[in-house]
T-cell receptor, first 115, second 108 residues
Framework: SQTIHQWPATLVQPVGSPLSLECTVEGTSNPNLYWYRQAAGRGLQLLFYSVGIGQISSEVPQNLSASRPQDRQFILSSKKLLLSDSGFYLC??????????????FGPGTRLTVT | QKEVEQDPGPLSVPEGAIVSLNCTYSNSAFQYFMWYRQYSRKGPELLMYTYSSGNKEDGRFTAQVDKSSKYISLFIRDSQPSDSATYLCALSNYQLIWGAGTKLIIKP
């Protein structure tokens, strides 16, 4: 069965510091991978998605970047955090139901507080 | 107009009640309709999905899609305090479009 890991679970960082969040998937190969952010009491905001190694699509221009150095590894980074980067960050992978339609499975999330 | 509209709640009901959660959408091209449940400080988990119109039942949960009205529903029968969570709808057509989520509180 497939498993998705994220770490760390919680993180408190000062403004201006760098960020690196990691996500790994087990039990599948060549998955589509996603990074979402969820602000308190809000819905999911898609940040990045990747269909393969080195292939990253950005949905929202912002202070963050993503990389996919290995097939089942997805990293979210920032060089200098802003207060507005605080939120709950979720990694997900997807299964194709039929061409053009996917269901997604989520990791446990990282709660980031920028102070 | 947002592609998917979902009332954020909170919706508070007594234990044992039937709960109705809903989303409306604007794009008739959506084919798959999903419901996710998210407990506090956890990632969302897929509850069930429906393809096209109709009903789908899984235990106490029933998902209903009315494509003519662009309206989807999730019904929970015999609601339990453990059902207290945020429920998100998601619609799929080459990408997933998410509702904002409805916070549900089941009072013992």
């Amino acid at each position: 069965s497939q498993t998705i890991h994220q770490w760390p679970a919680t993180l408190v960082q000062p403004v201006g510091s760098p960020l690196s969040l990691e996500c790994t998937v087990e039990g599948t190969s060549n998955p589509n991978l996603y990074w979402y952010r969820q602000a308190a009491g809000r819905g999911l905001q898609l940040l990045f998605y990747s269909v393969g190694i080195g292939q990253i699509s950005s949905e929202v221009p912002q202070n963050l970047s993503a990389s996919r150095p290995q097939d089942r590894q997805f990293i979210l980074s920032s060089k200098k955090l802003l207060l507005s980067d605080s939120g709950f960050y979720l990694c997900a992978w997807s299964v194709m139901l039929r061409p053009g339609s996917y269901e997604q499975y989520f990791g446990p999330g990282t709660r980031l507080t920028v102070t | 107009q947002k592609e998917v509209e979902q009332d954020p709640g909170p919706l508070s009901v007594p234990e044992g009640a039937i709960v109705s959660l809903n989303c409306t959408y604007s794009n008739s091209a959506f084919q798959y309709f999903m419901w996710y449940r998210q407990y506090s400080r956890k990632g969302p988990e897929l509850l069930m999905y429906t393809y096209s119109s109709g009903n789908k039942e899984d235990g106490r949960f029933t998902a209903q899609v009315d494509k003519s009205s662009k309206y989807i529903s999730l019904f929970i029968r015999d609601s339990q305090p453990s059902d207290s969570a945020t429920y998100l709808c998601a619609l799929s057509n080459y990408q997933l479009i998410w509702g904002a989520g409805t916070k549900l509180i089941i009072k013992p």
